[in-house]
């Protein structure tokens, strides 16, 4: 028996886990809403990250500014002794491997420990980073596709523009209340990025005429938000949940 694989599929790929402690080399404002940030360390030697949505997990240093490093064992993650640190997941923006240098965009909003860690930062601050465990290797050159996210989703968004053929033409629903939002995707022009709230995009979403084949989707936000999205396209539409890749970003408490 032969075995039939979709076309155009996806594919994931596993990594190891190593985790690598960074140097902030360079920080900038971007459309009023990131801070952008560039690390350096000569442990990104061996990094990789394939996929536009991957993420690494970053652990951001105690008040007293002392690293709790973990290991990585045949058991498993084991960390040391003492409080482990917050953390939080974040899309890697971009990856110079001649110059070892690794581009996170911290959005801007009160209340949270990455971007208050991210405000405060100066060049020479240090914090380590954990994976992309694995990623999911997507092909750019499905016919439709779309793109729905908040602003937790925007780098992601961000990274697979830039990595899209000219000939496509991508939507992109955003769930904000903020201009800036299009501001930093503004410089896309070939796409069609539109700013929404929850409501209007689910109304978006049952206009669209989906393709028979040759799509893609991507959700991306607040959990039960996409969840009501991902059934509306699985169930609605009739979409093959293989081609569409709904991920919550976070969840309301």
């Not at 694989?5 to 809403?33: I, M, W, Y």
């Not at 000569?42 to 990789?48: I, Q, Y």
């Not at 045949?74 to 997941?89: C, K, M, N, T």
């Amino acid at each position: 028996m032969t075995l039939q694989t979709k076309p155009n599929h996806p594919q994931r790929v596993k990594n190891d886990l190593q985790f690598r402690q960074l140097t902030v080399k360079s920080k900038e404002t971007v459309a009023g809403c990131f801070y952008r940030i560039v690390f350096s360390s000569p442990e990104l030697a061996g990094f990789t990250s394939r996929g536009f949505d991957d993420h690494v997990k970053v652990f951001f240093p105690p008040e007293d500014g002392d690293f709790i490093r973990p290991s990585v064992t045949d058991d498993g993650i084991v960390w040391g002794e003492g409080q482990r640190p917050l953390s939080r997941d974040y899309t890697p923006l971009a990856f110079d491997a001649t110059r070892n240098e690794l581009t996170l965009d911290f959005y801007i909003h009160d209340g949270g420990v990455a971007s208050l860690w991210a405000g405060n930062a100066t060049v020479g601050d240090t914090l380590l980073i954990g994976g992309p465990r694995g990623s999911l290797v997507v092909p750019t050159d499905y016919s439709f596709q779309l793109y729905i996210c908040d602003e937790s989703g925007l780098p992601a968004v961000r990274r697979r523009l830039l990595s899209l053929p000219e000939h496509i033409v991508p939507t992109v629903l955003v769930n904000s209340h903020h201009a800036q939002s299009l501001e930093y995707l503004c410089e896309f022009q070939h796409a069609q990025i539109h700013r929404l709230d929850t409501e209007s995009i689910a109304k978006h979403i049952s206009t669209i005429d989906f393709p028979a084949s040759d799509y893609f989707v991507w959700v991306t936000g607040e959990g039960r938000d996409v969840k009501q999205l991902s059934d509306a396209l699985l169930e609605t539409h009739g979409l093959d949940a293989d081609y569409v890749r709904a991920v919550a970003y976070w969840h309301h408490k």
